[in-house]
């Protein structure tokens, strides 16, 4: 039996209490390779991709890491993307307007405030998608802004230079590297039209790598998310670990 260390680095895909722990993506893998391999995961988490580096050095000094899967976070990529910020201390347009200065971003990042988007489906009092909070919420329309001054197209390029320290490190670490993400989301209108175009790039930069598109509304006939539009459901597990297996199948896993 062949043992296998795998970490995984991303968000709430990997500790999600909405569906049972044997759906999640990766026991899938675990339950796939069951009769050849024995897997142990290591799980860490991010809340900016500058820090990604020092959790694989974290995981890394627990355990040995055979395998990475690392998973770009949509809300962490998404709440940079807006033109206005809110802080404790002030209110401000995002910095990135003036300045490629990414460390003040990440800095100031770490002081926002709940996102006014989740103030507003709390208030809603309901998981559902109305006209309203797709199109009219003050989220949609701050993403918006930030795309028409193309606050996305820096982050864009800032991620691929991030990716780039990731894959580094891996290299040195003798650690393979798979890179999936963003999942997809649908609860507010402009959220879709900035993943894809993460997506696109991604698959444009990564050509060298081990890439993993994950953006697809729909796997076999079935939505990937629940009805919040922000939270992968069964099939959106069950996309995502045929797509690692796949993956794993074909880099001698």
């Known amino acids: 039996m ?19 722990r044997s759906e999640l993506f990766y026991n ?9 391999h024995t897997i142990y995961y290591s799980l860490g988490s991010y809340n900016d991709i500058s820090k990604v580096s020092d959790e694989v050095k974290r995981l890394k000094e627990k355990k040995a890491i055979d395998y990475l899967i690392f998973q770009i976070r949509p809300y962490v990529y998404l709440k940079n993307c807006r033109f206005y910020l809110k802080t404790p201390i002030r209110n401000m347009i995002n910095p990135l307007l003036f300045s490629k200065n990414f460390k003040m971003i990440e800095q100031l990042e770490a002081t926002l405030t709940k996102p006014i988007h989740e103030r507003i489906v709390e208030k809603m009092q309901n998981r559902t998608n109305s006209s ?19 606050i996305n197209i820096l982050m864009e390029e800032y991620y691929i230079n991030q990716i780039k320290f990731i894959k580094e490190l891996c290299i040195e670490e003798n650690i393979k590297l798979i890179i999936h ?4 989301r649908t609860s507010h209108k402009m959220e879709p039209v900035l993943l894809d175009s ?6 444009n ?49």
């Open 2 to 20: 062949k043992e296998i260390n795998v970490g995984i680095i991303g968000g709430c895909l990997a500790t999600t209490n909405d569906i049972k």
């Open 205 to 253: 930069n990564l050509k060298d790598s081990i890439y993993i598109s994950t953006n697809e509304l729909r796997y076999k006939n079935n939505d990937v998310l629940f009805s919040d539009g922000e939270h992968v459901n069964v099939n959106g597990h069950k996309m995502l670990a045929n797509k690692l297996i796949q993956v794993l199948e074909a880099n001698d896993f």
């Open 198 to 203: 993460l997506t696109l790039k991604l698959q």
């Open 132 to 150: 309203i909070k797709i199109h009219l919420s003050f989220y949609n329309i701050n993403l918006f802004l930030g795309y028409i001054f193309r």
């Open 181 to 184: 993400g963003p999942v997809t």
């Open 28 to 36: 899938k893998i675990k339950n796939h390779f069951a009769n050849t």
